[in-house]
């Protein structure tokens, strides 16, 4: 049976494949408002083909915004990034699934923004776009993160026990000004060092999964002795 979701890609490469129109449009975190790049992009083929996607799975009874559809692409943007790292750090990103826009079963047609799978571990990732000042910023962080905890807990109560499921928040910020078409640099070292952390926080639970299998197991007894 299929996982209902907007998208489920089984791998790094089956990822990477469907989000290459990210880099051959050459998408940037741009600074103006959602509203603005929604007029800007929504008779893009990406942009429309995104948005009859999501209606065609029927994920939930409240209309899409457009706005919505930007926040893919720059999340998408984003993921690709951490994966990257993930490769580099020599994990097996191909026993990586990852599922975008998960309604959640019985969570009151909440969604997800994406659910990173690998072996008995779930991570719930949601992502917030900072935007305005430091003070918004926390706000936005709080919220987000409350409604992490919200999905970890709902998924976690209708799996098996056996299965972890954690949360994890990451806020970033714009990278690029269209008007002034100059990049902003210190929000792209602040998202390059939010997705180090990120990573970093992937690879860790990745391996603490590793370090479960039987063979590791018996590994650890041969180094005990």
Not at 32 to 55: H, I, S
Not at 170 to 199: A, Q
Not at 200 to 212: A, G, S, T, Y
Request: charged residues 30%.
């Amino acid at each position: 049976m299929k996982i209902k979701a907007m998208y489920v890609f089984n791998g790094i490469n089956q990822f990477n494949t469907f989000s290459n129109f990210i880099e051959q449009n050459h998408w940037r975190i741009e600074k103006q408002l959602l509203k603005e790049r929604v007029e800007k992009y929504k008779t893009e083929d990406y942009f429309v083909a995104l948005e009859k996607q999501f209606n065609h799975q029927k994920l939930t009874i409240w209309e899409l915004k457009q706005e919505e559809i930007i926040t893919w692409m720059d999340t998408l943007t984003l993921l690709r990034r951490i994966l990257i790292q993930l490769f580099k750090k020599g994990v097996n990103a191909e026993n990586i699934d990852i599922i975008m826009e998960y309604p959640l079963v019985y969570g009151n047609h909440m969604r997800s923004d994406y659910l990173i799978v690998y072996d008995r571990l779930i991570v719930v990732l949601e992502f917030g776009m900072f935007n305005q000042d430091e003070k918004r910023s926390e706000e936005r962080y709080t919220k987000k993160l409350q409604e992490s905890i919200n999905y970890r807990q709902i998924i976690g109560n209708l799996v098996s026990k056996e299965l972890i499921v954690v949360n994890y928040v990451m806020i970033y910020k714009p990278e690029y000004n269209r008007y002034l078409k100059s990049e902003i640099i210190d929000n792209i070292n602040y998202n390059s060092d939010e997705i180090s952390l990120l990573s970093k926080f992937l690879i860790q639970n990745i391996q603490n999964q590793d370090n479960l299998s039987a063979r590791k197991q018996l590994e650890f007894l041969e180094l005990n002795k």
